[in-house]
T-cell receptor, first 111, second 116 residues
Framework: QKEVEQDPGPLSVPEGAIVSLNCTYS??????FMWYRQYSRKGPELLMY????GNKEDGRFTAQVDKSSKYISLFIRDSQPSDSATYLC???????????FGAGTTVTVRA | GAVVSQHPSWVICKSGTSVKIECRSL??????MFWYRQFPKQSLMLMAT?????????EQGVEKDKFLINHASLTLSTLTVTSAHPEDSSFYIC????????????FGSGTRLTVV
């Protein structure tokens, strides 16, 4: 079993729809949770980070962490074609610890 | 800011030759740098962690003599793929910790290596 599980998709939605992404994990030591966006042939770009459980909102993006269920989510409201990318969840046990990544979910927002 | 510059963005080399990839933190001091490898449609796989002025820590299964990492300054880390073979063809990405990001992990734009 992988340490971080993420459905690779692909996920295709019409413009304006809500995109829902999620990851599950097995390591209860994880404290820091992140979502990265990666365009083709580019490095990942940090979208959201959360420490421990809770919700965080930034513009059209909302990240949720439920440590009791070992489950994290990312929601993208009013999706745009420019949101088409691969979204990677990542997590670690500490601020200086290496990141464990999910497989990434490929999202296409249709105009 | 927190910008990591990675060069080259792509490189083609002949089998048996060595290739050096550079990762620079442009506006902050990077105390720790990470090197990843990514195959098509797969996630990032951590290869090694390097701290400025000390030897890199390699992940299990990564050949340290093949993938030489040097982190000689707080703004520069290099990955040298020695005696490259076609199976080394991949997308290599560096990440640096430091700068103004709250969590501090900034990624370079990646290097696509093709060994022919």
């Amino acid at each position: 079993q992988k340490e971080v599980e993420q459905d690779p998709g692909p996920l295709s939605v019409p413009e304006g729809a809500i995109v829902s992404l999620n990851c599950t994990y097995s390591n209860s030591a994880f404290q820091y949770f992140m979502w990265y966006r990666q365009y083709s042939r580019k490095g990942p770009e940090l979208l959201m980070y959360t420490y421990s459980s809770g919700n965080k909102e930034d513009g059209r993006f909302t990240a949720q962490v439920d440590k009791s269920s070992k489950y994290i989510s990312l929601f993208i409201r009013d999706s745009q074609p420019s949101d088409s990318a691969t979204y990677l969840c990542a997590m670690s046990a500490g601020n200086d610890y290496k990141l464990s990544f999910g497989a990434g979910t490929t999202v296409t927002v249709r105009a | 800011g927190a910008v990591v510059s990675q060069h080259p963005s792509w490189v083609i080399c002949k089998s048996g030759t060595s290739v050096k990839i550079e990762c620079r933190s442009l506006d902050f001091q990077a105390t720790t740098m990470f090197w990843y490898r990514q195959f098509p449609k797969q996630s990032l796989m951590l290869m090694a962690t390097s701290n400025e002025g000390s030897k890199a820590t390699y992940e299990q299964g990564v050949e340290k003599d093949k993938f030489l990492i040097n982190h000689a300054s707080l703004t520069l880390s290099t990955l040298t793929v020695t005696s490259a073979h076609p199976e080394d063809s991949s997308f290599y990405i560096c990440s640096a910790r430091g700068g103004t990001l709250n969590y501090g992990y900034t990624f370079g734009s990646g290097t696509r290596l093709t060994v022919v």
